[in-house]
């Protein structure tokens, strides 16, 4: 008996529940997302399901489970006329998050290729995952390339290998789950949009819910297979149930009325393109067959829309993913029949729409703007609560209340010189698992990446002398070569803000948030991790440890209130201290330092001198660093740029760090040389 956990042992977790099952029914629904803290069961539930999918039918021998009734005709073991047929379970394939990009797609099989001199392939985890499950765990953390490889897959069906001589292509549709919390990064939108359905799950709060969940699980680790007995027949019925529901799924009708209301509801949240009104509607069918009904009803449009629609709504990475219910509901009323209003057909509410409100009550309070109210300094009249004083910090500093930031923009690249071995990204020039072959060379270490031509090479010359007599190649250890591969890696960009009161102007304060808000969004784009250091008042502190949630900086930024003295050398110092623990924990990421300030820095008799013997530390340990000169006014002591000298860095005012400013400049500067030279 199979002893994982039981599907049906799973306490709660009723939304993340119904997304697998409607996965399981319909595996056209695409798909779900599972996003939630750790130690929320998400991987048990996914894994768990594996148990509850029927079985398919293959054809025997077939490596890539081609479907007897209709077997793939480009199938690398075919052609499949009048094979034998067998039957197995639909498997769940797991995709670590650290998988080689050959064990994805699949590879050349060396072994026969070095043996016998015949070229095999070996197919991958994609090919074992067709008809089946594909489940990706933290799957935010999944490296670009083989997100690259997933969407190719995801968009076509198919798997298309073309690599070391090989040249395959062999179907892979497959029901993509993954799972993930969202502290540790986002996803990229392509990938998202990808998944069908996306499930937000939490622990539950509720202290026996907690005491039963806690109570089954030291059941199954006591014994698995007899608590896996002890559900056996809530497992077989419900995967009855999803065969039931299989079956009449060709049965249920869309009806015009439930098209039209899933449409308007995709334009009324103004999705991006067309996949989502096709998601719902498949979604919003499984769940009228999940219900055992041959008919859409608008219930199934509903929680249709709430499970396929939160994720396609975010307008920029740093949205979270949500539905505004109250808009729901005003547009599934607005497309609703006559006489489904109400029981007198005149709607929920019986007096008629003037435009303004009516209906014969009373409008309902509007509610206080939160933003309106934290600015204010004094209570309304009459009002019971005296007036809010500014915050005070202790040695008598006063502190203003944060303010919003402008909207970001797109900045110029600032990136390491030279070349890393870091993680795979987009900033930094590196040595990659993905990327463009450059070279080769001797294997450093445990060879992994085998440039198969470059070793040919090198042992052809000695095959007389080593006695080769057949088809098989004679190698040696020292033949072997492997590739360099050319690429981007991603960085760890910290940022070291100036909090203090030299910036606490709301005008200007506004100004520098969007442009640490539009390096946040470029950090997003290129795969860094971020961290961040703010000063004022009396010290630094990190606001923001090293992390791939670029979300959470921008919710810290957005919350960071400023005034106070200026410590720009405590700010430096700790930047220096986080710098050297990240180094620690992960050699190989190279750091990029922004510091945002206007180079003033209080405290001390000698304050600047000692902020920029700071910065010589920095420099002094090759941090790569860019100073965001927020400096303004007709008057300007270019402390900033002083401070970018003492880094090593580059200095880089407001005006100049969008991306369109710094094309502009070029375009002036490359006329005035041309006008020049004629």
């Given at each position: 008996?199979?002893?994982?956990?039981?599907f049906?042992?799973?306490?709660?977790m009723?939304?993340l529940?119904?997304g697998?099952?409607?996965?399981?029914?319909?595996?056209?629904?695409g798909g779900?997302?599972?996003?939630?803290e750790?130690?929320?069961?998400?991987?048990t539930?996914v894994?768990?399901?594996a148990?509850l999918?029927?079985?398919?039918?293959?054809?025997a021998?077939?490596?890539?489970?081609?479907?007897?009734?209709?077997?793939?005709?480009?199938?690398?073991?075919g052609?499949?006329?009048?094979?034998?047929?067998?039957e197995?379970?639909?498997?769940?394939?797991?995709l670590?998050?650290g998988?080689a990009?050959?064990?994805?797609?699949g590879?050349?099989?060396l072994?026969?290729?070095?043996a016998?001199?015949?070229?095999a392939?070996e197919p991958?985890?994609?090919?074992?995952a067709?008809?089946?499950?594909?489940?990706?765990?933290?799957?935010n953390?999944?490296?670009?390339?083989?997100v690259d490889?997933?969407?190719?897959?995801?968009?076509?069906?198919?798997s298309?290998?073309?690599?070391?001589?090989?040249?395959v292509?062999h179907?892979?549709r497959?029901?993509l789950?993954?799972?993930?919390?969202?502290?540790e990064g986002e996803?990229?939108?392509?990938l998202?949009?990808?998944?069908?359905?996306?499930?937000e799950i939490?622990?539950t709060?509720?202290?026996d819910?907690?005491?039963?969940?806690?109570?089954?699980?030291l059941?199954?680790?006591?014994?698995?297979a007899?608590?896996?007995a002890?559900?056996?027949?809530?497992?077989?019925?419900?995967a009855?149930?999803?065969?039931?529901a299989?079956?009449?799924?060709?049965?249920?009708?869309?009806?015009?009325l439930a098209?039209r209301?899933?449409?308007?509801?995709c334009?009324?949240?103004?999705?991006?393109?067309?996949?989502?009104?096709?998601?719902?509607?498949?979604?919003?069918?499984?769940?009228?067959?999940?219900?055992?009904?041959t008919g859409v009803?608008?219930?199934d449009?509903?929680k249709?829309?709430q499970?396929?629609l939160?994720?396609?709504?975010?307008?920029?990475?740093f949205?979270?993913?949500?539905l505004?219910?109250?808009?729901l509901?005003?547009?599934?009323?607005?497309?609703?029949p006559?006489?489904?209003?109400g029981?007198?057909?005149g709607?929920?509410d019986?007096g008629?729409?003037?435009?303004?409100?009516?209906?014969?009550?009373?409008?309902?309070?509007?509610?206080?703007?939160?933003?309106?109210?934290?600015?204010?300094?004094?209570?309304?009249?009459?009002?019971?609560?005296p007036?809010?004083?500014?915050?005070?910090?202790?040695?008598?500093?006063?502190?203003?209340?944060?303010?919003?930031a402008?909207?970001p923009?797109?900045?110029?690249?600032f990136?390491?010189?030279?070349?890393?071995?870091?993680?795979?990204?987009r900033?930094?020039?590196?040595?990659?698992?993905?990327?463009?072959?450059?070279?080769?060379?001797?294997?450093?270490g445990?060879l992994t990446?085998?440039?198969l031509?470059?070793?040919?090479?090198?042992?052809?010359?000695?095959?007389?002398?080593?006695?080769r007599?057949?088809r098989a190649?004679?190698?040696?250890?020292?033949?072997?070569r492997?590739?360099?591969?050319?690429?981007?890696?991603?960085?760890?960009?910290?940022?070291?803000?100036?909090?203090?009161?030299?910036?606490?102007?709301?005008?200007?304060?506004t100004?520098?948030?969007?442009?640490?808000?539009?390096?946040?969004?470029d950090a997003?784009?290129r795969?860094?991790?971020?961290g961040?250091?703010?000063?004022?008042?009396?010290?630094a502190e990190v606001?923001?440890?090293p992390?791939?949630s670029?979300?959470?900086?921008?919710?810290r930024?957005?919350q960071l209130?400023?005034?106070?003295?200026?410590?720009?050398?405590a700010?430096?110092?700790?930047?220096?201290?986080?710098?050297?623990?990240e180094r620690?924990?992960?050699?190989?990421r190279?750091?990029?330092?922004?510091?945002v300030?206007?180079?003033?820095a209080?405290?001390s008799?000698?304050?600047?001198?000692?902020s920029?013997?700071?910065?010589?530390?920095?420099?002094g340990?090759g941090?790569?660093?860019?100073v965001l000169?927020?400096?303004?006014g007709?008057?300007?002591?270019?402390l900033?740029?002083?401070?970018?000298?003492?880094?090593h860095?580059?200095?880089v005012?407001?005006?100049?760090?969008?991306?369109e400013?710094?094309?502009?400049?070029?375009?002036?500067?490359?006329?005035t040389?041309m006008?020049?030279?004629?």
């Amino acid at each position: 008996m199979d002893a994982r956990y039981p599907f049906t042992a799973v306490v709660g977790m009723d939304d993340l529940r119904l997304g697998l099952l409607l996965n399981a029914v319909s595996p056209s629904v695409g798909g779900v997302l599972v996003r939630g803290e750790k130690g929320t069961a998400k991987s048990t539930m996914v894994r768990a399901l594996a148990g509850l999918l029927p079985s398919i039918a293959t054809v025997a021998g077939c490596r890539f489970a081609c479907d007897p009734a209709a077997p793939d005709p480009q199938c690398p073991d075919g052609p499949h006329r009048g094979a034998a047929a067998s039957e197995r379970p639909a498997f769940l394939v797991e995709l670590p998050v650290g998988v080689a990009e050959d064990r994805v797609v699949g590879s050349l099989d060396l072994e026969r290729a070095l043996a016998e001199g015949v070229k095999a392939y070996e197919p991958g985890l994609l090919a074992k995952a067709h008809r089946g499950v594909l489940y990706i765990d933290e799957v935010n953390l999944l490296q670009d390339h083989l997100v690259d490889l997933l969407l190719d897959a995801a968009a076509m069906g198919r798997s298309y290998v073309e690599r070391e001589g090989v040249s395959v292509r062999h179907a892979a549709r497959f029901l993509l789950v993954g799972t993930m919390n969202p502290e540790e990064g986002e996803l990229r939108p392509q990938l998202l949009d990808r998944f069908g359905l996306t499930v937000e799950i939490a622990a539950t709060r509720d202290a026996d819910e907690r005491a039963e969940v806690v109570r089954r699980r030291l059941a199954y680790d006591a014994d698995p297979a007899a608590f896996a007995a002890r559900w056996a027949e809530q497992e077989r019925a419900l995967a009855e149930r999803i065969g039931a529901a299989r079956e009449l799924l060709p049965s249920v009708e869309l009806s015009d009325l439930a098209l039209r209301q899933i449409t308007a509801v995709c334009a009324a949240f103004e999705v991006d393109g067309l996949r989502a009104d096709i998601v719902m509607a498949r979604t919003a069918v499984a769940l009228a067959a999940w219900a055992g009904r041959t008919g859409v009803l608008e219930e199934d449009v509903r929680k249709a829309a709430q499970l396929a629609l939160p994720h396609r709504r975010r307008r920029n990475p740093f949205d979270a993913p949500g539905l505004d219910e109250e808009q729901l509901d005003r547009t599934l009323a607005e497309h609703r029949p006559p006489e489904d209003d109400g029981p007198d057909g005149g709607g929920p509410d019986d007096g008629p729409d003037d435009g303004g409100g009516g209906g014969g009550g009373a409008p309902e309070p509007s509610a206080p703007d939160p933003a309106s109210a934290a600015d204010s300094s004094a209570a309304p009249e009459g009002s019971e609560q005296p007036p809010v004083p500014p915050q005070q910090r202790p040695g008598g500093s006063r502190e203003s209340s944060p303010v919003a930031a402008d909207r970001p923009y797109r900045t110029r690249l600032f990136k390491v010189d030279g070349t890393g071995r870091g993680a795979q990204g987009r900033r930094s020039p590196a040595e990659t698992d993905a990327g463009h072959t450059v070279r080769a060379r001797r294997p450093q270490g445990r060879l992994t990446r085998l440039h198969l031509s470059a070793t040919l090479r090198a042992a052809a010359p000695h095959q007389v002398a080593r006695g080769r007599n057949g088809r098989a190649l004679v190698l040696r250890r020292d033949d072997l070569r492997e590739q360099v591969r050319r690429g981007r890696e991603s960085n760890l960009v910290l940022f070291v803000v100036d909090a203090s009161g030299s910036m606490a102007a709301r005008q200007r304060m506004t100004a520098v948030k969007g442009a640490v808000l539009s390096l946040l969004m470029d950090a997003y784009q290129r795969r860094d991790k971020i961290g961040m250091v703010t000063f004022r008042g009396s010290g630094a502190e990190v606001a923001l440890p090293p992390t791939s949630s670029v979300e959470v900086g921008a919710a810290r930024l957005e919350q960071l209130p400023t005034g106070g003295r200026t410590p720009l050398e405590a700010g430096l110092l700790r930047a220096h201290e986080v710098l050297r623990v990240e180094r620690l924990r992960d050699p190989d990421r190279r750091a990029l330092l922004v510091v945002v300030t206007d180079g003033r820095a209080t405290g001390s008799r000698d304050a600047v001198a000692r902020s920029h013997r700071a910065a010589g530390l920095l420099a002094g340990q090759g941090v790569a660093s860019v100073v965001l000169d927020c400096e303004s006014g007709p008057v300007r002591l270019g402390l900033a740029r002083e401070l970018a000298a003492h880094l090593h860095g580059d200095a880089v005012s407001l005006d100049e760090l969008r991306a369109e400013g710094v094309a502009s400049l070029v375009r002036e500067t490359r006329t005035t040389m041309m006008r020049k030279a004629a």
